[in-house]
């Protein structure tokens, strides 16, 4: 019997890997799958989730030369120690360092999957520094498999990937959303029905934004036009589901201040199931600075609620205007108040989103389409290998 080829596939953090949830239990029948990434014990639960096997790595998400210089070396020791086949890396550092290393031990299949451009919020020499680390994967890799459109074009131009290895399967996304799942039927609530456990009253108009609660996702335009609205329309509520980062990427005083002082402003922080959140809310907000492809986005789509994103790599190859949702300039505060009213003083025209949402993204997202065709592309990829 044929042994299976390796399969290892490593992030930065383990909570990232929940991205492919589901997808490593298909790549098990093809390959011998290991996930490798910080975060002990969520990577226990990912791995053991999908029955496959884990290593820990030390990787932190912040730039730390001495740590990294170790978790080099300890890939270059992994992978001549286990001599995968397929090295997939994810998220800015757990590529870099696993592309290099793949690149060194001669890993047959080197695929970096680009979820989003970091250095595009950064500035100085930090966005030189992100960059860098951007061009030092592509070139290792062997494949670059990007989220959007969008991200494929941004590399090429800024040069940091060259066209020919960079690829968008099908319309994009890490694994498509699970239509199934992300569905009124599957999630057992209505509009207003208390399965999400807030006592709203009747008439409120609920805004969502799913996400890490941090000032490059839009909190403080978000927050900023929220608390305009509010001063015309008493009945708006803004739900917040997500946790704060104090160390990247942190809020600013005033836009703490505006959460802790509006009441109408209901924090809920990290949900397991956000389902019930979605199924009681009127809409959905996503003023990202930057986005490799809004997952939030197809979910909610799915749950029949419209969403105002910004107009952005990662949001506007999900939102098509009008059927599913607007699209706003980015930081653009007032930009967004408009139209947030503009929704609450049109429900028809909302109703009419809504009835369309989960068509548009059902038609270019399932995962099942999703799944398939990254096997069929890790399964081309290992021919050309053997082929060389």
Not at 95 to 118: F, Q
Not at 130 to 139: G, N, P, Q, T, V
Not at 206 to 231: C, M, P, S, W
Request: with cysteine.
């Amino acid at each position: 019997m044929e042994r299976k080829k390796k399969f290892l596939i490593t992030t930065t953090i383990a909570p990232t890997l929940f991205f492919f949830k589901g997808q490593p239990r298909l790549w098990k029948e093809e390959y011998d799958v290991c996930a490798i990434s910080g975060e002990a014990e969520k990577l226990k639960e990912f791995a053991e989730g999908e029955g496959i096997r884990y290593k820990y790595m030390p990787l932190h998400r912040e730039v730390a030369l001495l740590s990294d210089i170790v978790c080099l070396i300890r890939y270059v020791w992994l992978f001549l120690r286990e001599r995968p086949y397929v090295v997939h890396g994810n998220t800015p550092k757990a590529s870099m360092l696993s592309m290099v290393a793949a690149w060194i031990t001669r890993r047959p299949v080197r695929v970096y999957m680009c979820h989003g451009l970091r250095y595009q919020s950064a500035r100085g020499r930090m966005q030189k520094l992100l960059m860098w680390f951007e061009k030092l994967s592509c070139a290792c890799a062997n494949k670059v498999l990007c989220v959007s459109h969008g991200v494929k074009e941004q590399l090429v131009v800024d040069g940091l990937c060259a066209s020919s290895k960079a690829k968008v399967v099908l319309s994009g996304t890490a694994g498509g959303v699970d239509t199934d799942y992300f569905s009124r039927q599957a999630a057992g609530v209505g509009r207003q029905e208390p399965g999400a456990g807030l006592n709203l009253p009747d008439d409120a108009f609920v805004f969502i934004f799913v996400g890490r609660i941090v000032r490059d996702k839009g909190i403080g335009e978000l927050t900023g036009a929220f608390n305009q609205l509010y001063e015309k329309h008493k009945n708006v509520y803004l739900l917040l589901i997500g946790e704060k980062e104090q160390t990247l990427n942190p809020l600013d005083a005033e836009t703490l201040q505006t959460i802790d002082e509006n009441k109408h402003i209901v924090e809920l922080g990290h949900q397991d199931d956000i389902r019930p959140f979605l199924a009681l809310s009127d809409a959905l907000v996503l003023p990202s600075y930057r986005e490799g492809v809004g997952q939030v986005l197809l979910e909610a789509g799915c749950m029949d609620v419209p969403c105002i994103a910004s107009d952005i790599i990662g949001c506007n190859e999900v939102i098509v205007p009008g059927v599913n949702g607007e699209l706003i300039p980015p930081q653009n505060e007032m930009a967004l108040y408009l139209k947030m009213k503009e929704w609450v003083e049109n429900p028809q025209t909302l109703q009419k989103m809504a009835d369309s949402c989960r068509a548009s993204i059902v038609e270019r997202f399932a995962k099942e389409r999703v799944w398939q065709a990254y096997i069929a592309e890790y399964r081309h990829l290992c021919q050309e290998a053997e082929a060389r």
